[in-house]
Structure formats: C-alpha cells, structure tokens
C-alpha cells in the first residue's frame, strides 16, 4: 500500500462509492508524472539538440502542471464534485497523451524522453481507468 | 494593455488565429481569480463559522489550482494544443462554477466571499469567452 | 486599490503589525512575476537561438515556482510564521535575482526578456521592501 | 532505485558535485510530503473539530506548495544555482517543521495528522542533510 492509499484509509467522512485502488493508483501516477516531465523539460534544455526538442519542453511543462493539479484534486474528497474531476482528468489524459506521443518521438535518442513517454502512458491510462470508474 | 497583452506582444513566432484580447483577459482572470480563491479559502478559516465552510474551503483551493494551472498552459503558445487547451478551459470553467455558487452563498455574510464569487464569474465568463473562439 | 488590497480588507480575523500596502504590492508582484516568467520561457523556446537561452529558460522557470508559491503563502494570514515568511522571500529574492540578471543578458535582443528582468527586479525590490519591515 | 533517481541517471549534462542519492530521496520526500499535506488539509476540513484544526490546515496548504517548489527546483539541473538551493531548502525545512509540529500536536487523534508528522519530518530531514552536503 503507498503512502496516499494509507491516508485514503484516514480520511474521516464518507469517501462514497469510488474505486480506492483506482483513485491511489491515480494519484501516485499524476505525482510521479509531474516529477519526471519537469525532469524531462531540464533534460531536453542540456541537449546540444535542444532546438529540435522544444515542442517537447512545452509539452513536458503542460503535462507537469496538469499532472500536480489533478494530483491534488484527487488527494481532496471534501464536497466531491464528480463533473469536475471528470473533466480534469480527460484534460489531464490529453496532456499526457501529447506529452507521451512527442517523447516517445525521441525514446531511442533520449532516455529521459523514453522514460518519460512510459509514465505518461502510464498516467494516461491510470487516469482513464479511474474516469470511467466514475459512472 | 495589461502586462500579460504585452508579453503577447513579444512572442516571437506565430501566435496563429487566436483572438488575443480574450486570451490576454482570460489569463489576467485565471491569475487573479487564484490568488482571490487562495485568499477567501485562508479567510474561511479564520471565520468563527468554519464549520459551515469547509465546502467553500474545498472549492477554493481547487478553483485556485485548476485557474493557475490554465493561466499558465494559456501563457504557452510554443506547440499549441487546442483541444487540449479547450478541455482545460471547461474544466475551469467548472472549478469557477462551483466555487462561484458556493461562495454566493454567503455572499451577504462574508465580504470575501462576495468578491471571491464576482471574481469566479468573472474568470468562468472569460474561459467560456476565449473557449467559444477557439471554434 | 487592487484586488488583492481589497482582500486583505476582508480578512475576519488581526492582520497584526504587517504593512498592508507592502503586502499586497508584493503579492501583486508575485502573481505578475509568475506569469510573466512562463511566458518568457516559453517565447525563449521559440527564439532562433533557443540554445543559447536554455538558462534562462531555466531560471524563468525556478522564478516563476517560486514567486506563485511565494505569493499564496502570503495570501494566507491564519497562523502566521513570521520565521517561514522572511526565509520564503528571501529565496523569491533570489530567485528574482538569478532571473533578473540572466534575463537583463538578452534584454536588447528580445524584448520579452527586457520586460522579464523588469519584472523580477520589482518583484525582487517588493519581497524585500516587506522582508525588511517584517523585522 | 526510484524513478527520481533513474532520471537523474539520464540527465545528458555533468549534474556537478552533487550527491545523488540525498538528492533523490529529497525530491521523493519533497513530492510524498506535497501530496500527503494536501490530503492532511482535507481531511482536517471533514473532521468535527475542524475549528480547532484551521492552523494545522494552514500549515499543511504552506507545506504543500514549498514542498511542490522545492521538488520542482530540485528536478532542475541546467544553470545550477546553489544558493537559491541552499536558501529554498531552508525554507522548506521551516515549513515542514511548522506542520511535523502543529500535525504532532493532534497525532493521537487524528490518522492523517500522524502520517503526515511523519512525512513532514522526514522531508524536513532529507532537506537538512542535502542542504548540509552542498557546503
């Protein structure tokens, strides 16, 4: 169990019908996405290739701010707004899905962007997973 | 023109068909409405009252992270990604939404609410604005 | 008066000894800071020489995290650390500063860089204007 | 080793003299400390003595966002600048001190708030010893 599926067990009200394996699995993937697309977009910047990879940059920095704020959403349960968690995290897949396709472009040259590609993928699928949980 | 209608200003590429009124308010709106949510979640706690205003705590600190994330993906014009951009502006506009109506409603009773939820309309009616000329 | 000027005013709860105008002038430059810091890395990525201008990409980057971090930690007044306060503006200040001076380096040949180092110089002068008078 | 660490191995430039390990198990605390506080905050908002816990909620939101920065500062290598580090690690030292005390003080009573005393003070302590190797 990771440490946010443990604080899912402390949360003091009804956290009502959601998949908790899901929602942790979620939450873990946006934090890890987060951390390696911000790695990612300083990797590409010390490239001697950097001008062929700044499409890339922009898309790790979009998919690393999506990421932290759909990790925190999700950490909330709160007054619960199904709509807008479930718009969140189809933004969220289509950053991911940008992010991922355009790293992998470069997984062969670039091993920040092959591991970088894999948690996007990852994230993407978690966060679908998660969505379509929802109902 | 506001700071954010002069960096416009200084991209150096193409910024393509966008409509660079809307976009310039729609950041200036994002960025103000985070730090008005930041500030009204902080007064809530602070009211004797805060057992009654955790929901408008929560729709705070969300409405804050989804709006700072927007203004920034809106900052951004290197790779430009107008479906995710417009799914990102609905999820905002969602955010603005609730955290408008929860604020409404203790509008007479807090003054911070008050101005919180002006500017949560606000900030919806610009998402909505630059989302409907993205076509 | 600014908006968050007018927030303040709205606080339930003893501000304490603060300087209200330095508080909110450095908010305000906080919010602005940030924003304007992801659009210059951003239009740094799309400069023909964009390999010559990865560190300033990054420390538009570092800047702008912190002044957005930096400026919700001073919207918020509920159980306020003075201790956590001076030593947070005080790495704004250098975070300012770091960007300030990298950004003064391309301020004749990129305009949004010359409004950037403008910009991290007030923000840098307003974290310090309130750090002195916090005592 | 964690994925931070995997993507340190793949950063193409020289990361200097910096001691890897400490600073992938600071960025990892940083990122778990982030999420945790921000589950800690909420649930604080659902517990029935939520009146007597507003500081601790406070303390937590601080703790999220130097946490969030400070992973993100940490995650960047190009244009090192140790002393933004050195002072941005200090301040998140304080932040996590701030909030390991205040969630310590409701350990027994509330889940979260032990969890997240633990986290803080560990994140509190990866900061410490990485700063300490930075001379």
Same mark, same amino acid.
């Given at each position: 169990?990771?440490?946010?599926?443990?604080?899912?067990?402390?949360?003091?009200?009804?956290?009502g019908?959601?998949?908790?394996?899901? =929602?942790?699995? *979620?939450?873990?993937? $946006?934090?890890?996405?987060?951390?390696? !697309?911000? /790695? !990612?977009?300083? /990797?590409c910047?010390?490239?001697?290739? &950097?001008?062929? =990879?700044?499409?890339? &940059?922009?898309?790790?920095?979009d998919?690393?701010? =999506? $990421?932290?704020t759909?990790?925190? &959403?999700?950490?909330?349960?709160?007054?619960?707004?199904?709509?807008?968690?479930? &718009?969140?995290?189809? /933004?969220?897949? =289509?950053? *991911?899905?940008? !992010?991922?396709?355009e *790293?992998?472009?470069? /997984?062969?040259?670039?091993?920040?962007?092959?591991? $970088?590609?894999?948690?996007?993928?990852?994230?993407?699928?978690? $966060?679908?997973?998660?969505?379509?949980?929802?109902?």
């Amino acid at each position: 169990m990771t440490q946010s599926a443990e604080m899912l067990e402390t949360y003091p009200a009804d956290l009502g019908q959601i998949d908790r394996d899901k =929602l942790a699995r *979620c939450i873990d993937e $946006c934090f890890t996405c987060a951390q390696t !697309c911000t /790695a !990612c977009a300083d /990797a590409c910047l010390s490239e001697d290739m &950097v001008a062929e =990879l700044t499409k890339c &940059v922009r898309t790790d920095l979009d998919c690393a701010d =999506l $990421c932290a704020t759909t990790g925190n &959403v999700l950490s909330r349960h709160t007054g619960y707004d199904a709509n807008l968690t479930k &718009v969140l995290l189809e /933004a969220c897949e =289509l950053a *991911c899905k940008a !992010c991922g396709d355009e *790293c992998a472009r470069h /997984a062969e040259q670039h091993e920040h962007c092959r591991i $970088c590609a894999e948690t996007c993928r990852r994230c993407e699928q978690a $966060c679908r997973d998660l969505r379509s949980s929802l109902g």
